[in-house]
């Protein structure tokens, strides 16, 4: 097994790892290592386009990254720990092993997803999901897209579909008028995420834009042909090529609660300067609380700086946070999800994915234990990170108990 | 509670379940009190396997028995308990294991348990993922494997449907003459009690002879007919059975699922329920000996459980001896899933005061008071 | 831009370098990526490696996440229909 060693382990290739990296590389000697899932650096916001980045931003950073010579291994899944100082990883290659003083968890979020009838028929993505596979060469041109589900997300990505050549039927947003105006009018504590909305708007001008709504079925013989999306009790049904819909995200937990980190509400549990429960385990980004790109490059600042010992220079930042965290808290209230959206699922359709476990059959249970033991809901390969997220806002249960390997893992690699 | 039950059992893993349906059918009135969740303890940890095993002719009879008794219910069980009679080949790797595997059929012969032996090639071809140069094995082809967490629950439904109560999420803290008393203080009224606790049963009873058995299993992603038999190598009850020391067998097994279920290892003295990883890679490193294509096969969840193992290796089935209303049903060690509906028929029996069809004499915990228990 | 040959389910494709392999897929002939257990085709959900929809047989490896990974001179991929 191969074997890296470095002083800084970051894992997570995205907005707030690659500024932890930054933050150490500028005010110290001390090697770091990023570690990243992906082909390419980025995360899930910068995600590049046929290898390219095309943020300014992003560019801009990743150049300074491989000025600094940064050490990147990319496509590699953390999946174990080896011991208290170092984690497990499968590559292309093989498994390596990385060894490291201080580590930084950056793994980023994943997209919410509400089973509701349909929506396991081919077509039917993630909004971000769509988002992704169209950065990676798939066509959306001349499709006919509904974009559904709630947050910010949904605009920039109907947005860049539209770029590509898609025509956005409707965007159907779940959230109330009410909530989007009240959050609207704070926006101009942040004056830069103001003007990104008014040009996200303007481009979306003539797109329908429908609030208080959402998808109730998708429909189709074998592909997506149709939803059904409802609005204030109306029921109207368009017919689609695609549809995108995701509810908001969901941080990457796994491997925190893997090591042991206390997890609140959902959300990795850090002091003032990113530190997690465990001594020398910093964490940042949206592990820590959905707060996008903006307070994740701040929290990667400051836990690149609390991991070598700049705590007074970290403390500079704190102020920018806190705003940050100001404007982060009031979206993810504008994006609650409503009630109405536990009642999506009959009892046929299917929550867990991996075991095409039905709503049918989980209901009754008590704890998501109960669903995986009797009915092997989250059993499969994706190992409940779906359907967890999707059983946390049905019933109410906690799915917070994880073994290694956090993903599924070649058996060589465990023995080699 | 007012009512008072005929039968209080404490526990619902598989025994507890199996001894539910056994004895609701008899028309007594039971109550299953459990803990946690329905099979949430060791029931939620094994391999599912039913097999006829050697080592001990106790141990053959109870097997034995119960895997007729799981024949003959598994007409009525549902799919989702995916029982499938898979079979089991005992593979041989060396000349060594040659005269073993001709005792074992000798055994088994005289017993009329089916077995068949496999040459060289016959096991390739029954096996194709097996490495080469095995000597070859012996096929029990009656062994089944079933999903014991859904067995569990249909024990449990049919015990349901003759009238017996569950309850779970309840703990039992003391045994009393008229019942059982519950963590919560709630007094449960029953005239017979019985310990199905598995390794928890000594939480209950002090003087419970029980160890905790460790051991590990890996299982993968689904891979449509990798391997179609339970395959365990033949130095396994050496291994198993060596009681002090830390060891690993290979043993694998196909599920109705496609997935492979990878086994297993046997650790004394360890209460910590986390993954070991030196004893996981043996034990994976143990199976990619025999079938060197698991090595690129995904694994998807390594976990862990504990055996509830008792001195001589056979379970405790039974009246206790020194309290008239309590009865026990555990120590089952790696065997449990296997045994329960033995079990069941044998505890049902003593408590209706009939003989058993098998020698029932040697399970019973009285066998406690024997010098050998006595020592630590 | 280079463009990479390989095969899906035995056709030959040819795409631009940098693509996923969930994005020859799309381009192909083939009407699903995997089935499901209960026998439903399926398409890739979340695009980033999470939701394990995207799975196909790459080079004889089952299980692989074709959203994850870039296409390669010659791959072999095979999905379930």
New interface residues.
């Given amino acids: 097994m191969d074997k890296m060693q470095t002083d800084i382990l970051i894992i997570g290739g995205g907005a707030a790892g690659m500024s932890a990296a930054m933050s150490v590389a500028e005010n110290s000697n001390l090697r770091v290592l990023i570690v990243d899932?992906?082909?390419t650096l980025g995360g899930?916001i910068w995600?590049s386009e046929?290898?390219?980045i095309k943020s300014p931003e992003a560019k801009k950073l990743i150049e300074k990254i491989e000025q600094n010579e940064i050490e990147i291994l990319n496509?590699a899944?953390v999946f174990?720990q080896?011991d208290e100082k170092s984690l497990l990883a499968e590559t292309p290659n093989g498994a390596v092993q990385m060894h490291f003083e201080k580590l930084i968890l950056a793994n980023g979020a994943?997209?919410r997803?509400l089973p509701f009838p349909g929506w396991?028929l081919?077509?039917?993505?993630?909004a971000?999901?769509?988002?992704?596979?169209v950065k990676?060469?798939?066509?959306v041109e001349n499709k006919r897209i509904v974009v559904s589900g709630t947050g910010p997300l949904l605009l920039a990505v109907a947005e860049y579909l539209k770029s590509k050549g898609a025509i956005i039927l409707l965007i159907s947003e779940q959230t109330s008028r009410m909530k989007l105006l009240k959050f609207g009018l704070g926006l101009w504590r942040i004056p830069k995420k103001f003007f990104e909305a008014i040009k996200l708007q303007s481009k979306l001008q003539r797109t329908v834009y429908l609030t208080n709504s959402f998808v109730i079925k998708a429909e189709g013989k074998?592909?997506l042909e149709a939803v059904n999306i409802v609005q204030n009790g109306k029921n109207r049904r368009v017919e689609c090529d695609f549809l995108a819909c995701g509810f908001h995200l969901v941080p990457n937990i796994e491997l925190a609660l893997m090591l042991g980190c206390e997890i609140m509400d959902g959300n990795v549990l850090v002091d003032k300067f990113q530190e997690t429960t465990l001594e020398n385990v910093f964490c940042v980004g949206e592990p820590t609380g959905i707060g996008g790109v903006e307070l994740s490059l701040t929290e990667g600042k400051i836990a690149g700086l609390s991991a070598i010992d700049k705590k007074e220079k970290a403390k500079e930042l704190f102020t920018q946070k806190e705003k940050l965290q100001r404007f982060a808290n009031a979206l993810n209230e504008t994006f609650s999800l409503r009630d109405e959206l536990q009642s999506l699922p009959n009892e046929e359709t299917?929550v867990c994915?991996?075991?095409?476990v039905t709503f049918g059959k989980i209901k009754d249970f008590?704890?998501f234990?109960?669903a995986k033991?009797?009915a092997r809901c989250g059993?499969?390969?994706?190992?409940g990170?779906?359907c967890g997220s999707a059983t946390e806002f049905l019933f109410d249960w906690k799915n917070e108990s994880v073994?290694?390997?956090i993903f599924?893992?070649?058996?060589?690699n465990?023995?080699d | 509670m007012l009512m008072t039950f005929d039968i209080a059992i404490i526990g619902a893993g598989i025994i507890g379940s199996a001894c539910a349906m056994r004895l609701s059918k008899e028309g007594f009135k039971v109550v299953v009190i459990e803990a946690n969740e329905i099979a949430g303890g060791t029931t939620s940890t094994g391999m599912g396997h039913i097999v006829v095993m050697d080592d001990s002719e106790a141990q053959f009879a109870l097997t034995n028995y119960s895997q007729k008794l799981w024949e003959k219910l598994a007409e009525e069980m549902p799919r989702d308990c995916e029982y499938e009679t898979c079979g089991t080949i005992w593979v041989e790797a060396d000349d060594e294991e040659m005269a073993e595997v001709r005792r074992k059929k000798d055994f088994y012969e005289k017993r009329n348990v089916k077995t068949e032996i496999l040459d060289e090639k016959s096991l390739r071809e029954a096996e194709p993922n097996l490495r080469e140069n095995l000597i070859g094995g012996l096929l029990v082809p009656n062994d089944s494997v079933v999903y014991q967490l859904c067995a569990t629950q249909f024990f449990l439904d049919k015990a349901m449907q003759n009238g017996a109560k569950l309850l779970t999420g309840k703990r039992v803290v003391e045994i009393l003459e008229n019942g059982v008393r519950l963590e919560n203080g709630d007094l449960i009224k029953a005239n017979k009690i019985i310990n199905a606790a598995g390794f928890w049963s000594k939480d209950l009873m002090q003087d419970l002879r029980i160890v905790k058995r460790k051991g590990h299993l890996v299982i993968t992603e689904r891979y449509p007919n990798f391997v179609k038999h339970q395959l365990v190598e033949l130095g396994y009850l050496k291994s198993a059975h060596s009681n002090d020391a830390d060891s690993v067998a290979f043993n694998v097994q196909p599920r109705m699922t496609e997935q492979v279920l990878i086994g297993s290892s046997r650790q004394f003295g360890v209460d910590d329920k986390t993954i070991d990883y030196e004893i996981a890679k043996r034990m994976i490193k143990r199976a990619l000996e025999y079938m060197p294509k698991l090595r690129k096969l995904s694994a998807t969840r390594v976990w862990t459980g504990f055996r509830p193992a008792t001195p001589d290796n056979l379970p405790y089935i039974g009246q206790h001896p020194k309290l008239e209303n309590v009865y026990l049903a555990t120590g089952h060690e790696g065997l449990g899933i296997t045994t329960s509906l033995g079990t069941a028929e044998i505890l049902t029996d003593e408590i209706i005061g009939r003989d058993s069809e098998i020698d029932s004499k040697v399970y019973s915990p009285s066998r406690f008071e024997k010098k050998e228990f006595a020592r630590e | 831009m280079k463009k990479i040959k390989l095969q899906i389910n035995n056709e030959s494709v040819s795409i631009q370098e940098g693509s996923t392999v969930a994005t020859a897929i799309f381009e192909s002939d083939a009407k699903t990526f995997r089935k499901s257990v209960s026998g439903e085709n399926r398409f890739p959900l979340c695009g980033m490696g999470i939701c394990f929809e995207c799975r196909v047989t790459i080079d004889g490896v089952k299980h692989q996440r074709s959203c994850q990974i870039l296409v390669r001179e010659g791959m072999k991929i095979e999905t379930d229909g």
């Fill in positions: 899932d992906n082909p899930q995600r046929m290898g390219k496509k899944q174990a080896n994943r997209e997803f396991t081919p077509n039917v993505f993630g971000g999901g769509l988002q992704a596979l990676s060469g798939l066509s074998e592909n299917i994915r991996c075991e095409d008590n704890s234990r109960e033991l009797q059993m499969g390969s994706c190992q990170k779906i073994r290694p390997p599924p893992v070649k058996l060589e465990l023995v």
